[in-house]
């Protein structure tokens, strides 16, 4: 299976198929955005692209857990570095495809803004309080729409903000796909994320002895002895396929089928069997010491959710401890002290389905 890449055989093979960064859309025109005196000089997707890097929601992402809370060491993923990870991904790919690399860039860098605090945990737990399904990646159009910028926005193009929604796939069986006819760089968005994180995984899995390699599954050596030669092997056959059927697909070869077996086992052998940790459970009791907290304070639910939806895993700990040492002291103007009053964005939202509505 290991072979030597000629990724020169397949340059600019999906050229034909990038997105044009002239017919970029955005929401808002003219003084309405900030950001509106490089429309003229810059590329749509490249402005997309630091407007989110130097947003608030993109700063928290480095205090938000990958998959491992609290890591002791550098080395254990949090989702900005997971987020570094795709960028990449997607700049080789797109840079090799002729696909718009602005594009996935943007879409790259802003697919997790709506990440909650300790990831799918959190994530469960915004869908358990809400009665409705939460979904990260429509939740982080939201932020980038309703609370970033005090609520104004970040105002990106549309292309991003659906590349951004589209990114997010669960345990899928059989081909990921992207329906209709987006643009071929929303699909690439969302395979990186997925060869991104799975093999970064699997190396936290290692390092925190979730795994080690006699528990690994047998099909992960065949694409390589370490991280790189594996996501390089996973980035050859996405560029191979593609480049044969004329539009971005990761499905239909032998090493589409082997990482669509190493991500199952992820899912039975360390997703999964995190929800029955100690560690698990002492993070769902912070967000629900933090969550009756807030509401005790005289916030409603849609105010708490709001605020725990853009805290840190460090917010949550902390507020937790404070609301166990002596809940009867906290009251809502405490709150604020403790918080960037920008945080407290109430009027933002009104009900329930402003969570999960874009």
Same mark, same amino acid.
């Given at each position: 299976?290991?072979?030597?890449? !000629?990724?020169?055989?397949?340059?600019?093979?999906?050229?034909?198929?990038a997105?044009d960064?002239?017919?970029?859309?955005?929401?808002?025109? %003219?003084?309405r @955005?900030?950001?509106?005196?490089?429309?003229?000089?810059?590329?749509?997707?490249?402005? !997309?692209?630091?407007?989110?890097?130097?947003?608030?929601?993109?700063?928290?992402?480095?205090?938000?857990?990958?998959?491992?809370p609290?890591p002791?060491?550098?080395?254990?993923?949090?989702?900005g570095?997971?987020?570094?990870e795709?960028?990449?991904?997607?700049?080789?790919?797109?840079?090799?495809?002729?696909?718009?690399?602005?594009?996935?860039?943007?879409?790259?860098?802003?697919?997790?803004?709506?990440?909650v605090?300790?990831?799918?945990? %959190?994530?469960?737990?915004?869908?358990?309080?809400?009665?409705?399904?939460?979904?990260?990646?429509i939740?982080?159009?939201?932020?980038?729409?309703k609370?970033?910028r005090?609520?104004r926005?970040?105002?990106?193009?549309?292309?991003?903000?659906?590349?951004?929604?589209?990114?997010?796939?669960?345990?899928?069986?059989?081909?990921?796909?992207?329906?209709?006819?987006?643009?071929?760089?929303?699909?690439?968005?969302?395979?990186? @994320?997925?060869?991104?994180?799975?093999?970064?995984?699997?190396?936290?899995?290692?390092?925190?002895g979730?795994?080690?390699?006699?528990?690994?599954?047998?099909?992960?050596?065949?694409l390589?002895?370490?991280?790189?030669?594996?996501?390089?092997?996973?980035?050859?056959?996405?560029?191979?396929?593609?480049?044969k059927?004329?539009?971005v697909?990761?499905a239909?070869?032998?090493?589409?089928?082997?990482?669509?077996?190493?991500?199952d086992?992820?899912?039975?052998?360390?997703y999964?069997?995190l929800?029955?940790?100690?560690?698990?459970?002492?993070?769902?009791?912070?967000? @629900?010491?933090?969550?009756?907290?807030?509401?005790?304070?005289?916030?409603?639910?849609?105010?708490?959710?709001?605020?725990?939806?853009?805290?840190?895993?460090?917010?949550v700990?902390?507020?937790?401890a404070?609301?166990?040492?002596?809940?009867?002291?906290?009251n809502?103007?405490?709150?604020?002290?403790?918080?960037?009053? !920008?945080?407290?964005?109430?009027?933002?939202?009104?009900?329930e389905?402003?969570?999960?509505?874009?």
């Amino acid at each position: 299976m290991i072979k030597k890449f !000629d990724f020169s055989r397949y340059k600019d093979c999906l050229r034909d198929k990038a997105f044009d960064s002239g017919n970029a859309t955005r929401a808002a025109l %003219g003084s309405r @955005d900030d950001d509106h005196a490089y429309y003229s000089v810059m590329d749509p997707f490249l402005l !997309d692209v630091e407007k989110i890097r130097n947003s608030k929601a993109y700063r928290r992402l480095f205090f938000k857990t990958q998959v491992f809370p609290f890591p002791d060491s550098v080395y254990i993923r949090n989702r900005g570095f997971h987020t570094g990870e795709v960028v990449s991904s997607g700049t080789r790919l797109a840079s090799i495809t002729g696909l718009n690399i602005g594009l996935v860039q943007a879409g790259s860098f802003g697919h997790d803004l709506g990440q909650v605090p300790f990831g799918h945990l %959190g994530e469960s737990f915004m869908s358990e309080k809400l009665s409705l399904e939460f979904l990260h990646a429509i939740y982080s159009v939201i932020v980038c729409r309703k609370i970033e910028r005090s609520g104004r926005g970040l105002n990106l193009c549309l292309q991003t903000e659906q590349a951004i929604a589209h990114h997010s796939r669960t345990r899928d069986k059989g081909q990921l796909l992207i329906a209709g006819n987006a643009p071929q760089e929303e699909t690439l968005v969302m395979y990186c @994320d997925k060869i991104g994180y799975t093999f970064s995984d699997i190396n936290d899995a290692v390092a925190v002895g979730l795994l080690n390699e006699k528990t690994l599954i047998k099909e992960i050596k065949l694409l390589g002895k370490n991280q790189r030669e594996r996501v390089m092997a996973c980035e050859y056959a996405l560029i191979e396929e593609s480049a044969k059927l004329g539009y971005v697909s990761f499905a239909k070869s032998e090493v589409a089928e082997i990482f669509a077996a190493i991500r199952d086992f992820m899912f039975d052998n360390v997703y999964l069997a995190l929800n029955e940790t100690e560690e698990h459970k002492k993070m769902r009791s912070y967000l @629900d010491v933090v969550y009756n907290g807030f509401i005790d304070s005289g916030l409603n639910k849609v105010q708490t959710l709001t605020i725990i939806s853009i805290m840190t895993d460090v917010d949550v700990k902390s507020f937790a401890a404070i609301f166990n040492k002596d809940s009867k002291k906290v009251n809502l103007n405490f709150i604020k002290t403790l918080m960037p009053i !920008d945080i407290f964005v109430f009027p933002v939202f009104t009900n329930e389905m402003d969570f999960i509505t874009i």
